[in-house]
């Protein structure tokens, strides 16, 4: 085995033990991460992997990648959060290891540590491969498509001091093939990042045709086709319903706000500003003039600020704000602070005092609100006066939660960790720093995976799914009234054929709360949203905790 791919290997299984471990150790969390272990689990129970469900009804939201990837996970390690967990932690590694190895064929072994580095220490792109929603695997996907396309670009204009082994058609179709499983993940947003930064690239180099209109369409008829292996099949056995719908919903959630998911319009800068510590500290550097001496080193890095701006300004204008939807700007945002780095080690940029006072903000600002948190969580009497117009809130703060006082070590380690890096910046021990830097913040993340989330987890949904899973084997309805929630399907475990066909669209739930029903059914509600349920005479009050309501109507059969 080359130095190169041992090293890689040595990677691979850093993030494996960072990202495999501990991924069932905490519910799904509503409503992403159960609505789409829901439609696996569906798949698996129905044996139909070509359409998607949700409550066995036809969901048309979301084209079916992941949901295959969580369904072999499903069929491997049975129905749970670790196999809805599992695709994204094998993205991890897949991820570091891409990473290392284009940023060596781009620079060497240092920029491909930096690279990975960057991305494994920093908060958010670490915390996703722990996670069970899709966007992991959608961002590779655009990313590995962009890449190869900029391979071909590279190719075809004979850019020299950089191996390019295969023809530029080989490039070419590559990329296609990888926009494609892009848009069988999530949708034509991949396909629209893509070309987005091909127009801004064309519009920065003076409208030079670095891509000929044939070999553009050669490569979105790729994309398409390997989109069509599902899309096609879906409509020829199906009809045209699933993308005229699918299509909808898309143009929706980019002309509106969708309920529950404003915010304002710097909404994803600080959320990259903040959830992307620290590498985001050493993007705003790379802004700026950075010296380098190969065509193909300055290109990529244009193509990068690119790709950053397009995604950022896209979700900007994007009624719809949620936090991963800017998460592709992950990987050019690692890659210009990875570069930054780079010149750091090498002596040409110097760890200013805007860098120091960023790092050092925000370490404090993490650390000392993780350190704050098990205190506040045994003394919850000083938090309820900030909630008190939000009876809900106020409500889950009631939660019985164990609080030790030692969870503080996490915040430590975070200020300690960045505070060591800035001592060995100025002692100009630039290695050693960045290791203290992203190996102190990697831990942060792992540690407050495992101290923080089931803890704050009992605050706030613990109480409803707990009651779902009580109602496993009750062969009953269980719904939620008056808030939004898939927990409802995933943890009763619900099975087909249990509503009656002609209930499933429509009146389903008005049958439930006033219908002769042949089983009984379980309500659950907040305190804020149960009026509905508390002016029903026919329904039995079970009990509150934590701020939600449970309820019964008997049968009437």
């Given at each position: 085995?080359?130095?190169?791919?041992?090293?890689a290997?040595?990677?691979?299984?850093?993030?494996a033990?960072?990202?495999?471990?501990?991924l069932?150790?905490?519910?799904l969390?509503?409503?992403?991460?159960?609505n789409?272990?829901?439609i696996?689990?569906?798949?698996?129970?129905?044996?139909?992997?070509?359409?998607?469900h949700i409550?066995?009804?036809?969901?048309?939201e979301?084209?079916?990648?992941?949901?295959?990837?969580?369904?072999?996970?499903?069929?491997a390690?049975g129905?749970g959060?670790?196999a809805?967990?599992?695709?994204?932690a094998?993205?991890?590694?897949?991820?570091?290891v891409?990473?290392?190895?284009?940023?060596?064929?781009?620079q060497g072994?240092?920029?491909?540590?930096?690279w990975?580095?960057?991305y494994?220490?920093?908060i958010?792109p670490a915390?996703?491969?722990?996670?069970?929603i899709?966007?992991?695997?959608?961002?590779?996907f655009?990313?590995?498509?962009m890449?190869?396309?900029i391979?071909?670009?590279w190719?075809?204009?004979g850019?020299k001091?950089i191996?390019l082994p295969?023809?530029?058609?080989?490039?070419?179709?590559?990329a296609?093939v990888?926009?494609?499983?892009a848009?069988?993940?999530?949708g034509?947003v991949?396909?629209?990042i893509?070309?987005?930064?091909?127009a801004?690239?064309?519009?920065?180099?003076?409208?030079?045709?670095?891509?000929?209109l044939?070999q553009?369409?050669?490569?979105?008829?790729?994309a398409?086709?390997v989109?069509?292996?599902?899309f096609?099949?879906e409509?020829?056995?199906?009809?045209?319903?699933f993308?005229?719908e699918?299509?909808t919903r898309q143009?929706e959630?980019?002309?509106?706000?969708?309920a529950?998911?404003?915010?304002f319009?710097?909404y994803h800068?600080?959320v990259l500003l903040l959830?992307c510590f620290?590498?985001?500290?050493?993007?705003i550097r790379a802004h700026g003039?950075i010296?380098?001496e190969?065509?193909?080193e300055k290109?990529?890095k244009?193509?990068m600020?690119?790709?950053?701006?397009?995604v950022l300004?896209l979700?900007?204008?994007?009624?719809?704000k949620?936090?991963?939807y800017s998460?592709?700007?992950?990987?050019p945002?690692?890659?210009?602070a990875?570069l930054v780095?780079?010149?750091?080690?090498?002596?040409?940029?110097?760890?200013?005092?805007?860098?120091k006072?960023g790092?050092?903000?925000i370490a404090?600002?993490?650390?000392?609100?993780?350190?704050?948190l098990?205190f506040?969580g045994?003394?919850?009497d000083?938090?309820?006066?900030l909630?008190?117009q939000?009876?809900f809130?106020l409500?889950?703060?009631?939660a019985e939660?164990s609080?030790?006082?030692?969870e503080?070590?996490?915040?430590?380690?975070?200020i300690g960790?960045?505070?060591?890096?800035l001592?060995?910046?100025k002692?100009n021990n630039?290695?050693?720093a960045?290791?203290?830097?992203?190996?102190?913040t990697a831990i942060?993340?792992?540690l407050?995976?495992i101290?923080?989330?089931?803890?704050?987890?009992?605050?706030s949904?613990?109480?409803?799914?707990?009651f779902?899973e009580?109602?496993?084997?009750?062969h009953?309805?269980?719904?939620?009234?008056?808030?939004k929630?898939?927990?409802?399907?995933?943890?009763?475990?619900?099975?087909p054929?249990l509503?009656?066909?002609e209930?499933?669209?429509?009146n389903?739930?008005q049958?439930?709360?006033?219908g002769e029903t042949?089983?009984?059914a379980?309500?659950?509600?907040?305190v804020t949203t149960?009026?509905?349920?508390r002016?029903?005479?026919?329904?039995?009050f079970l009990?509150?905790?934590?701020?939600?309501t449970?309820?019964?109507?008997?049968?009437?059969?």
């Amino acid at each position: 085995m080359s130095k190169s791919n041992q090293q890689a290997v040595i990677i691979g299984l850093i993030a494996a033990v960072f990202y495999l471990p501990f991924l069932g150790g905490v519910h799904l969390f509503d409503w992403d991460e159960i609505n789409f272990a829901e439609i696996a689990r569906e798949m698996v129970l129905l044996q139909d992997y070509l359409r998607i469900h949700i409550n066995y009804v036809l969901f048309t939201e979301k084209p079916p990648l992941f949901f295959w990837m969580q369904a072999a996970s499903m069929n491997a390690f049975g129905i749970g959060e670790y196999a809805a967990r599992f695709p994204n932690a094998i993205c991890g590694v897949v991820t570091l290891v891409t990473l290392f190895k284009i940023g060596q064929k781009l620079q060497g072994n240092r920029l491909g540590w930096l690279w990975a580095a960057a991305y494994f220490g920093s908060i958010l792109p670490a915390l996703y491969f722990k996670s069970g929603i899709i966007d992991p695997w959608f961002n590779y996907f655009i990313f590995m498509g962009m890449y190869h396309l900029i391979l071909f670009v590279w190719k075809k204009d004979g850019f020299k001091g950089i191996a390019l082994p295969k023809s530029k058609w080989y490039y070419l179709m590559v990329a296609g093939v990888f926009t494609g499983l892009a848009i069988l993940t999530k949708g034509p947003v991949g396909y629209l990042i893509t070309g987005l930064t091909l127009a801004v690239y064309w519009v920065g180099t003076r409208f030079r045709f670095f891509i000929t209109l044939p070999q553009f369409l050669l490569y979105t008829f790729i994309a398409l086709a390997v989109t069509g292996t599902w899309f096609g099949m879906e409509a020829a056995k199906n009809g045209p319903q699933f993308f005229l719908e699918f299509t909808t919903r898309q143009w929706e959630l980019f002309s509106a706000e969708d309920a529950g998911h404003g915010g304002f319009p710097g909404y994803h800068f600080i959320v990259l500003l903040l959830g992307c510590f620290p590498a985001s500290i050493f993007l705003i550097r790379a802004h700026g003039k950075i010296q380098l001496e190969k065509a193909y080193e300055k290109d990529f890095k244009k193509w990068m600020l690119m790709l950053f701006w397009v995604v950022l300004i896209l979700f900007t204008i994007v009624k719809t704000k949620i936090i991963h939807y800017s998460s592709m700007t992950y990987y050019p945002l690692t890659f210009l602070a990875a570069l930054v780095l780079h010149k750091v080690i090498e002596g040409e940029i110097k760890v200013g005092k805007a860098m120091k006072f960023g790092l050092v903000s925000i370490a404090l600002l993490a650390g000392t609100i993780t350190i704050a948190l098990p205190f506040l969580g045994m003394n919850v009497d000083l938090l309820k006066p900030l909630f008190q117009q939000d009876q809900f809130a106020l409500a889950n703060l009631n939660a019985e939660v164990s609080w030790m006082g030692y969870e503080s070590i996490v915040g430590v380690i975070l200020i300690g960790a960045t505070i060591t890096a800035l001592v060995l910046f100025k002692r100009n021990n630039p290695i050693r720093a960045i290791q203290f830097l992203f190996g102190g913040t990697a831990i942060f993340v792992s540690l407050t995976l495992i101290f923080f989330i089931a803890k704050i987890e009992r605050y706030s949904q613990n109480a409803a799914i707990s009651f779902y899973e009580s109602k496993q084997d009750c062969h009953c309805y269980v719904e939620p009234e008056g808030f939004k929630s898939y927990g409802q399907l995933f943890y009763t475990q619900r099975q087909p054929g249990l509503i009656p066909e002609e209930h499933l669209n429509g009146n389903y739930k008005q049958w439930l709360l006033t219908g002769e029903t042949d089983k009984d059914a379980f309500f659950v509600s907040k305190v804020t949203t149960d009026k509905k349920l508390r002016s029903n005479p026919e329904m039995e009050f079970l009990y509150e905790k934590n701020g939600f309501t449970f309820w019964k109507r008997s049968s009437k059969k």
